[in-house]
């Protein structure tokens, strides 16, 4: 399992039921009992700041059309996480990337320092 992923995950709560995720955590970190990964959902609301709409391909292997959610980072246990069933593209996950860095403000200034 690596980084631009997408696997199956089913995590407790508001998100359980089955989905397609992204693995957004680093491949530095293979020791982790658990592994980051953004959510996907079939439902399309066209927010382009932190949805990255995907469309099905072989390589992604997804089914239908997704949107993977920048704003529904997670933490799942890795011995939940369902096997690999394909990965984003270079281009999709460059995007997500920064979707991710909008999502999370790590884009944002550190207060204080800029004036």
Do not use: W
């Amino acid at each position: 399992m690596k980084r631009g992923d997408l696997v199956t995950v089913a995590l407790p709560g508001d998100y359980g039921k089955p989905r397609p995720a992204v693995v957004v955590q680093s491949d530095h970190l293979p020791q982790a009992d658990s592994v980051m990964v953004c959510l996907s959902t079939s439902t399309r609301r066209g927010l382009p700041l932190y949805r990255l709409a995907v469309e099905p391909t072989a390589a992604n292997g997804l089914r239908q059309p997704t949107e993977i959610m920048a704003d529904r980072v997670m933490p799942a246990r890795r011995d939940k996480v369902g096997p690999v069933i394909g990965r984003l593209s270079d281009a999709d996950l460059l995007v997500l990337n920064r979707m991710l860095a909008f999502a999370l403000g790590l884009a944002d200034p550190v207060p204080g320092t800029v004036s």
